[in-house]
């Protein structure tokens, strides 16, 4: 188990070198232990046993001693073992309510959760500087609870969180504080998978009334599929991780191009509920070329929104959440708080 400093360097070496520390190691041995190993996320044996090697770490829910956010820990299912963390801004004021987010953590749908010290950190730093009440959402993970649970567990959530804009639900930091006209979906890496199929889902669905999806904020998110783009073949290690943290997380799926992982073979990409999207991608990072065919295929769907996508060179992937305080991270998050209010 990590946490803390420890956590975030663990993290930081690892997306820094990506193409040297992950490996995958399927094992079709019968006297092999070892089911699957997709390192450094999670590693698999035939017992049952499961190992996680980033994003165990926890940090409690408190006042912000550098930022003055608020923090506190609810509960969406219990049955279902559904929760979220709340941040509210200091100085927030129920004569003047401000925008929402709502915020998937990545991982890989293997790891990390709403409650990690990188994520906790993350949207602290996020929250102050935007001015707005964010929702972290922590749903299941693979591979106890295998895709698309994490699909559905992200829905419940966001419709627990509309229910607030007509006051019927329980939580009085989203009935005294949250802008339901102004709400925003957003999410890093397989967090931002998921933050985009919410935006599929109320597109196809519509939303709750009294909400309205202003936008999306998609952070170096998880798109694949079996046709490479950009530069992807100029790392076969990488490609393999990518496809095998797919595959593992969700047994049942069509393939690499089933439309949960590739936005471009999904025929609802068109009813996207926002009408616009941020996409960050990282110039280090080996999904950076994914955000880019997001867009294309975004565009060319016939969705009616404007659609950005900002390059951040030499930095690695989700880079703001391994450490909220460097210059391009605080850059970002400029943008971010600008977008975030209009």
């Known amino acids: 188990m990590f946490s803390g400093k420890n956590s975030t360097l663990l993290l930081l070496l690892i997306t820094c070198s990506i193409h040297l520390l992950l490996q995958i190691t399927p094992s079709f041995a019968a006297n092999d232990p070892i089911l699957y190993d997709i390192y450094p996320f999670i590693r698999v044996y035939r017992n049952g046993t499961i190992q996680r090697f980033i994003g165990q770490g926890f940090l409690p829910a408190s006042t912000d001693p550098r930022t003055g956010v608020q923090s506190k820990d609810i509960t969406i299912a219990k049955d279902l073992n559904i929760s979220a963390r709340i941040y509210l ?57 295998p895709l698309p649970i994490a699909f559905q567990d992200s829905w419940l959530a966001l419709k627990w969180v509309f229910r607030h804009a007509g006051g019927n639900g329980g939580e009085p930091w ?138 951040v060179q030499g930095e690695n992937h989700v880079f703001s959440v391994i450490d909220p305080t460097t210059p391009k991270a605080i850059a970002m998050f400029k943008v971010l708080a600008f977008f975030l209010n209009q």
């Open 89 to 145: 801004p200091k100085n927030a004021n129920p004569a003047h309510k401000i925008p929402l987010l709502i915020y998937y953590h990545g991982g890989g749908f293997f790891t990390e959760s709403a409650f990690s010290p990188n994520y906790h950190h993350h949207l602290n730093a996020l929250v102050a500087r935007a001015n707005v009440i964010a929702v972290s959402v922590n749903y299941r993970l693979a591979p106890e609870n």
């Open 174 to 311: 989203l009935t005294e504080y949250a802008d339901f006209g102004r709400v925003y979906l957003g999410g890093d890496s397989a967090g931002g998978t998921l933050a985009h199929h919410m935006a599929i889902r109320v597109g196809l669905e519509g939303s709750d009334p009294g909400v309205k999806i202003n936008g999306m904020f998609l952070n170096c998110p998880y798109f694949w599929g079996k046709r490479l783009v950009g530069n992807e073949n100029a790392d076969a290690n990488a490609r393999k991780v990518f496809e095998a943290l797919w595959l593992h997380a969700y047994p049942n799926t069509t393939g690499l191009d089933d439309p949960l992982v590739n936005p471009g073979m999904d025929p609802g990409l068109k009813k996207l509920g926002c009408k616009r999207v941020l996409v960050y991608v990282a110039g280090n990072d080996g999904l950076r070329f994914r955000g880019f065919y997001y867009m294309e295929v975004l565009k060319k769907s016939g969705w009616n929104g404007i659609v950005k996508v900002v390059e």
